[in-house]
């Protein structure tokens, strides 16, 4: 399989508790995408990498949340301390450096936070 | 801000119908916009893909057109069929880096 994919798919914590995801992209893309979904709406930018270098990050983002991508390839999204309002689907994108910038998505961390 | 919004949030239509899906957004300045579907409980998929600079996309029973100036994109599906069914999501991005998605509509194409 040479999609995106994302790991685990489900997790449930209990408030308070860390929880880290992680996200591989499809190889030789080089922009990831974190996004978070509810029931309802559409998927909610949190940030995004070039590479490497994280160039932006959502006001969604709180002081909480951190995102790496050390190496360029795998991306890890932490939350830190988590409460009820961080439950929902966390999704991960990657997309090719060309003028397409098709996103590819992965299915998703489904989050429940008790 | 940029704001994405879909109309209907709904829809239901009998087989067959040709029916036609709207997205409409705020900031002109867009890079490209997306559409995509995505199935219950499962991920999204990519659907079209139209550049600032082009009117509109084909792919198959699927055609998005693209309209910057009046902030207006539309997904027309020829001859709906049961499995179409499925909720479709615009995503319009104003950079190369951060899509802002609408909430989507829910199609339900009847047998």
């Known amino acids: ?114 | 801000k940029q704001e994405v919004t879909q109309i209907p949030a709904a829809l239901s239509v009998p087989e067959g119908e040709n029916l036609v899906l709207n997205c409409s957004f705020t900031d002109s300045a867009i890079y490209n916009l997306q559409w995509f579907r995505q199935d219950p409980g499962k991920g999204l998929t990519s659907l079209l893909l139209i550049q600032s600079s082009q009117r509109e996309q084909t792919s198959g029973r699927l055609n998005a057109s693209l309209d910057k100036s009046s902030g207006r994109s539309t997904l027309y599906i020829a001859a709906s069929q049961p499995g179409d069914s499925a909720t479709y999501l615009c995503a319009v991005n104003t950079n190369a880096g951060k899509s802002t998605f609408g909430d989507g509509t829910t199609l339900t194409v009847k047998p």
Not at chain 1, 4 to 28: A, L, M, W, Y
Not at chain 1, 56 to 66: A, I, N, P, Q, V
Not at chain 1, 78 to 104: F, K, L, V, W
Request: net charge neutral.
């Open chain 1, 1 to 114: 399989d040479t999609g995106v994919s994302q790991d685990p798919r489900h997790k449930i914590t209990k408030r308070g508790q860390n929880v880290t995801f992680r996200c591989d992209p499809i190889s030789e893309h080089n922009r990831l995408y974190w996004y978070r979904q509810t029931l309802g709406q559409g998927p909610e930018f949190l940030t995004y990498f070039q590479n490497e270098a994280q160039l932006e990050k959502s006001r969604l983002l709180s002081d909480r949340f951190s995102a790496e991508r050390p190496k360029g390839s795998f991306s890890t999204l932490e939350i830190q301390r988590t409460e009820q309002g961080d439950s929902a689907m966390y999704r991960c994108a990657s997309s090719p450096h060309n003028n397409e910038e098709t996103q590819y998505f992965g299915p998703g961390t489904r989050l429940l936070v008790l």
